[in-house]
């Protein structure tokens, strides 16, 4: 699979972060904000051992994949199903709000052949997407701030907060931060300074999620206890022009973020089947296939998936790279404590 750079690992994951933001229908307050805070300490904190795996010299996620073919079945697993979870975010805006299809499942459709489409150009085209898509997203924000500014009442920020709402909030934070899972493959393509803007990173996903949740309060109020998507009624409510409205921009925005929130779901999960079924063909087919599918499921029965991302993250993200870390550590003390000639027989 293509290379990128540490540039372009950022803006993929922000631009993954940013359609979570634009999908959630959680109202903003004190809480909340506080709980994004500590989830992001928390999980700059829990990205640590991966961090350090991917400083070793020769480390290569390909061939030390912890518990094998198994392990990479479990990130298989992860990727279908945040890929159905972006499907799902699909339906549930375009019922909530304007959008100029008449059937969501028949825009679906569209959506995933384009994703495959576009997932069969490969990693280094989404990489160069997501470069324009972090300019978008600038834009967009910077749009409905000025038209924020005038409408804003700062006497609709109410900060109350108890500690078991904040740490409520940051579990609930941590369960919809699948990117941290997509760091941990991702970084397998950069050739080098793979570590490099993590930090950034996380810098850019608090700052994009206080900057929304302080628009969302200040513009909306109590209006936004009965609004099912905060950021779509935000900028219905802060328009910059007389004229023409920016809904249409902010449209654009959700529906190319979730072009590439779901294409790379697909190209990850399509490369880690062809690690473990290389003969397989149409694997990014058979994993929009299984995304979808997984997707009508979940909203035919009304599944709540929080449990299991949240499950997902912890075991992808943190367990297994502390305990790949750890095994790489003690496998090199018991080379360098090895005796010489042991170390010569075994080089023999």
């Known amino acids: 699979m293509s290379k990128i750079n540490s540039g372009q690992l950022f803006t993929l994951l922000i631009g993954v972060r940013m359609f979570s933001i634009i999908c959630s229908a959680q109202p903003s307050n004190a809480e909340q904000m506080a709980g994004a805070a500590l989830s992001v300490l928390l999980q700059l904190l829990a990205v640590l ?84 898509m972090f300019g978008l997203i600038i834009f967009s924000l910077f749009i409905m701030i000025i038209g924020a500014y005038p409408k804003a009442d700062l006497a609709n920020f109410a900060p109350n907060a108890h500690l078991s709402g904040i740490i409520n909030n940051a579990l609930k934070d941590f369960c919809s931060s699948g990117e941290l899972v997509m760091m941990f493959i991702l970084m397998e393509f950069i050739p080098s300074k793979k570590t490099q803007n993590v930090m950034k990173f996380f810098a850019g996903k608090l700052i994009l999620t206080e900057l929304v949740a302080v628009i969302e309060i200040t513009v909306l109020g109590k209006i936004m206890d009965i609004s099912d998507f905060p950021f779509f009624s935000a900028g219905s409510f802060s328009q910059p022009f007389s004229i023409q409205r920016a809904d249409s921009l902010y449209m654009v925005l959700f529906t190319m973020l979730c072009v590439m929130t779901v294409t790379l779901q697909i190209i990850l999960c399509s490369w880690l089947i062809q690690e473990i079924l290389p003969d397989l063909k149409y694997s990014a087919l058979l994993s929009a296939v299984l995304m979808m599918g997984m997707s009508w499921a979940v909203n035919i029965f009304n599944i709540d998936l929080t449990p299991v991302t949240g499950l997902l993250i912890l075991v992808l993200s943190v367990i297994i790279p502390i305990i790949m870390y750890i095994k790489r550590r003690y496998s090199k003390n018991e080379i360098k404590n090895a005796p010489a000639g042991n170390t010569a027989s075994a080089d023999a």
């Open 49 to 132: 051992p991966m961090t350090a795996l991917y400083r070793q010299d020769g480390f290569s996620l390909k061939k030390e994949m912890l518990l094998g073919r198994f392990g990479k079945v479990l990130y298989i697993i992860f990727f279908i199903v945040w890929g159905a979870l972006s499907f799902s975010s699909l339906w549930g805006v375009t019922k909530s709000v304007y959008f100029p299809i008449d059937s969501s499942l028949a825009g679906s459709f569209i959506l995933a052949a384009v994703c495959v489409y576009t997932a069969s150009l490969g990693l280094k085209s989404v990489s160069r997407y997501s470069t324009i």
